[in-house]
């Protein structure tokens, strides 16, 4: 969906996350995400440097605050893929945030797509399904639900909504 959506508007700035999680094969420091320590991840915590921050699957995540505030100021769409707990922080952090809920199709298609994915156990994938209950439920918190039946259709709806 991001890759859609990057290639369609390259103009639109997707944030890159920190991460206490090792890379995946073929994952790049600074691409797919800011790779760091446990102790480098506490200090941007406890410096307040993250917009949002979160424990996901065992490993811990968040947005730096400073790219984000940087490409709001000057007008430029930006994008961020977090968690339910991250877009509650986002909420109170930026109270006029536009926050899109990306739900998919149907519970089974959810099961095909993470367990189709072949990067994750299977006690993570299925740490991953509970999570994913509350989440949906969680949904209704939301500015906006998107449901994710064709990457196509649900990257041009985005679209409109970020540069409407």
């Known amino acids: ?3 859609s959506l990057r290639k369609k508007r ?5 944030s890159v996350s920190v991460t206490t999680r090792q890379p995946r094969p073929g994952e ?11 102790d480098a991840f506490e200090a941007m915590v406890s410096g307040g440097e993250l917009l949002e921050w979160a424990v996901f699957a065992g490993h811990r995540y ?3 605050r400073e790219p984000v505030a940087r490409r709001i100021a000057a007008g430029v769409p930006a994008l961020l893929e977090i968690d339910i707990e991250g877009a509650r922080q ?3 952090a930026v109270p006029d945030a536009l926050l ?18 072949g990067t994750e156990p299977p006690e993570v994938i299925a740490r991953r399904l509970e999570l994913a209950a509350s989440e949906i439920e969680a ?23 970020m540069t409407a």
Request: proline share 6%; hydrophobic share 40%; with cysteine.
């Open 1 to 3: 969906m991001v890759r």
């Open 10 to 14: 390259p103009d639109i700035w997707l």
């Open 62 to 64: 968040g947005t730096p």
């Open 90 to 92: 986002v909420r109170r």
């Open 28 to 38: 790049a420091d600074g691409r797919e995400y800011h790779f760091v320590g446990e």
């Open 139 to 161: 949904g209704k918190d939301f500015d906006i639900t998107l449901v994710n039946t064709s990457v196509k259709d649900v990257c041009g709806q985005l679209v409109t909504l």
């Open 100 to 117: 899109v809920f990306l739900a998919p199709p149907s519970w089974d298609e959810l099961v095909r797509r993470l367990s189709g994915r």
